[in-house]
């Protein structure tokens, strides 16, 4: 499943290509720009995002050394605090082996909770990396992936970033806390529920129909419980973030060995970010029946209300 970034990518093009200055990127925001401020301001820059809230401006950007294609090894990072009206810098190498580790490449998004900044970074079609920044620019965690939820409290869910040219790519749903520093996976986990068990199975017994010689022949692992998967909503969660509903889709388009028709499933899981996570999965299909008036979003809203 190669990551949703069409839409992104296509509003990023103009700030790839624009060759503006950061002076001139920054004019618009009326900051202030003297002592303390950014420097090189009349240098141009590229691949930029830039973030303006009433509380704190944010913008990461590359400085190119030529006209090569290739993004230089350096990500700038400037922070405007308007609570204390000053200004953070920091620079971060686009490749670091130290932890938190990390592999970045060009800025498709920033967010930010109270105490925490969150960069997301694109490095192939179905990678990236989110940078967690303190506000005054100290890197606290890279995240292997991109955001799907940012609560107020600053934990997040993301989607875990899949190698790009494989047979299959399974979806995986994790979440980092800020206070533990816990980063770990909520969806899929052991045990699996039935839903997902019958989906294996079913696959399972897709490949062995196509039998062993096809798989050598196109490189394909023939590992039925990873199959291609996607999830297809919003993260819907409790205030906490422990308890978590969304939509997953089972099947992937362009996967024909198997010949299993895709299935769409709401999953629940609960004790997120803990070892106690336990996930329960319902087809879409039996909640429609419930409900045959409801939109799928009014579905997932429901469920979410419902929480204990």
Not at 208 to 237: K, T, V, Y
């Amino acid at each position: 499943m190669i990551r949703p970034w069409t839409a992104a990518l296509l509003l990023a093009l103009p700030r790839l290509a624009s060759g503006q200055t950061l002076r001139e990127v920054l004019h618009e925001f009326e900051l202030p720009l003297g002592p303390g401020g950014p420097s090189g301001l009349d240098r141009r820059i590229t691949s930029y995002s830039a973030e303006n809230w009433a509380d704190l401006f944010v913008i990461a950007f590359y400085a190119p050394v030529s006209d090569r294609s290739a993004l230089p090894d350096t990500l700038r990072v400037s922070a405007f605090d308007r609570r204390t009206m000053t200004w953070s810098h920091t620079l971060l190498e686009r490749r670091r082996t130290l932890a938190p580790e990390w592999d970045v490449g060009s800025v498709l998004d920033i967010q930010h909770s109270a105490d925490r900044i969150f960069l997301e970074t694109h490095t192939n079609p179905s990678a990236g990396t989110v940078i967690v920044l303190t506000r005054s620019l100290q890197p606290v965690a890279a995240l292997d992936g991109w955001l799907l939820k940012l609560l107020p409290t600053g934990r997040v869910f993301y989607h875990r970033s899949m190698p790009h040219f494989v047979a299959t790519h399974p979806a995986e749903l994790w979440t980092w806390d800020p206070r533990s520093g816990r980063d770990s996976r909520v969806y899929p986990g052991e045990p699996y529920d039935s839903i997902r068990l019958r989906y294996i199975a079913a696959t399972r017994a897709g490949y062995q129909r196509l039998g062993e010689p096809w798989f050598r022949e196109h490189n394909h692992p023939m590992d039925a419980e990873h199959f291609g998967s996607s999830i297809r909503s919003r993260i819907r969660s409790d205030d906490s973030g422990t308890t978590v509903v969304f939509l997953m889709q089972f099947g992937e388009e362009g996967d024909p060995p198997a010949r299993i028709p895709s299935l769409d499933v709401v999953v629940t899981c609960r004790g997120a970010g803990t070892d106690r996570v336990r996930c329960t999965e319902v087809e879409l299909k039996t909640l429609q029946s419930r409900h045959p008036a409801w939109s799928t979003t009014r579905i997932l809203d429901d469920l979410v209300a419902g929480l204990p």
